[in-house]
Structures are given as C-alpha cells and as structure tokens.
C-alpha cells in the first residue's frame, strides 16, 4: 500500500508539469494583448511598462520563472484584478466552490445509491422506472439547463430560496446577532475605503456560526442540486446494475437460506460489495464537479474560482489561468489517488501493489 502512495505521490511533478506547459501554451498563444486593453490608444511604450511591471518582458522568462514561484507558494499578482495577488483570489474563492461542490457531492451519494438500491430490490417495479428516468433524465439534461430552471421555479417563481450570491455569513455578524456597535472597529484602507472589524468572544463566534450555517445551506441548495444531477443519475445506474448482480450470487442466497432478514442481507452482504464501481466513480467524479462549475457558479453569481476563472480567460489574465489549472489538478490528482486507496481497503482482494493497480 504505501509503496503504492509513494509511486503515485512521485508521479505527480511529471503530470503537472505537462498540464503547466500545456496550460502555458493554450494561454499564451491565444489572440488579444492582456495589457493592450488598459492603455489607452494601446500605447506601445505604457504596454512594455506594464509587461515590466509584472515581470512579464518575454513568454520564455515566464515559462521558466512562474514554476520556480509556484514551488515558493506564490501565484504572482493578477493581471486583471489589481487589489489582489492570484494567491489571495484562490484563498478566498476556493473555499465557496468546495462547498457547493461537496454539498452536490454529498446529495448526488446519498440519492443516488438509496434509489439504486431500491431499484435493484424492487427490480421491473415502479422504483425501477422511476430510477431508470431519473438517470436519463440526469445524463440527458445540461447542468446549466437544470440550472435555470431551478432559479426559475424556486427563486423567482415560489420564492423558497435566494436567486444567488453569497450569504454575508461571518464577515458582517451583526447580520445575524444582535451585537454592542462598541465591538465594531472602523479599518480604512490606503484607497480610503472603510471596513469594520468585530471584536467578538469565544461564544458569540459559536453562537454566529449556528445562526450563519442555514443562510448558506439556502444559498448553496439550488447549485448543488444542479451540479448533483448528472453524477446522481450515474450512480443510480452503477448502483442498480451491480446490485442486481451482487443479490443474485450464491453467498446472497445460502443468507436468505439460513434465514437473515432482508434488511440484513442488503446492507451486511450486499451493499458492501454493491458500491464498489460506485466508489470508482467517485473520484473523477467529485473532481469533475469541482472543477466543472464554472457555468453553474456565474448562473447564481457565486464568488467561486470557476467564476474568476472564466473572468481571467476574457481577460487574458496568465497567472490567474495557470494558478486556478495548478490548483484544479493537484485536486484530481489527490482525489483520484485517495479513491483508489479507498478501493482497495474496501475490497481486499484488490492488490494496489501488483497487476492493474
């Protein structure tokens, strides 16, 4: 096993290296100037202080230079937001796209695998069809289509949840708690715009946690259920297909034999055995869903990465491009090699040392 890790942790430099450079060469051979947009008139003399400025002079000494910063912890400064270093974007970005992707995440699981199950006990019956529409429905439907017409129904239509953005949650408490002004201090920044700072005890940051968590679920539901239907509509299928298989081995029928009940025989003998291509799927999976909700994320305007992602390729902006791609991938690559490990502690007799693995 832990010859296994080491093999795969030592692969990880050569792919992203290859990703770097691939990333490099789409983002830099395409049209358009990143700087020529913010000169006025493009002055030629303004463009090559800017390209000075951010140390951006010639391709090759950002090809060379980039990674050696990237190996320090530094992203660079963003070419199109000014305030902010690439590494402060995907610090405070990164976070709202983990959210909605594991909330999506944890409701394509657990809707998937209960109504793939009870497809496979209640085989040819009603669930089955009903699971059996959900999954065409889910590999049939674009993310972006659900996406709508979620926003549609529920938030325009009914008006059950947000129509989108991001709750103000921890960073303006008195939102949720009733708090003394006294514990407010005014912070004024250098271009002379004012923030407020709470000076809040150990209780009341408990007590503002509990009160802000709903107001995120509601702003993150309607996202989740619509990046969740496309792998909840896989797993449904993967969980009926290798249920089916799995309660109709000999060991399923010598438990019925000896007289287990049903409920035991499911989740003991079979479900074990039952999620294995389903624990397969989970890895790129969970990867796609997080790097796949770009489109999702500017429908309800959520200030993830996938929206300052796409604002970075209109703009050209390279060091936000190829901070958001590193950081995208040394994801699936973990994500990937954490599943695999999964798999085989789940099934023993999957060897990670030795044959496919």
Known sequence: MLRFIAIRVLQFPLILAAIYLITFALAWVAPGDPFSAQTEGNDPQRVQELRERFNVTSSWDFLTTY????????????FSVRDKTVGQIIADTLPVSLAVGGLAIVIATGVGIAIGTLAAVRRDGVLDFVSLS???IGVSVPSFVVAVTLLSSFAYGLELLPLGGWPPGFSQPDAYLDLDPG????????????????NLSFGQQVQLFFAAIPDYLRHMLLPALALSLLPMAYITRLTRVSMIDVLGNDYIRTARAKGVGRLRVIF???????????????GPATANILVGSFIVETIFKLPGLGTFFINSVTARDQPLILGTVMVYSVLLLSLNLVVDVLYGIVDPRISLTEGGK
């Open 67 to 78: 990674p050696v910063n990237l190996l320090r912890g530094e992203f660079g400064p963003s």
């Open 134 to 136: 959900i999954a065409l």
């Open 183 to 198: 514990l407010r201090e005014t912070v004024v920044a250098e271009d002379g715009q004012v923030t407020y700072e709470w």
């Open 268 to 282: 003991k003998h079979a479900l074990r055995n039952g999620l294995l291509p389903v624990l397969s799927f989970l």
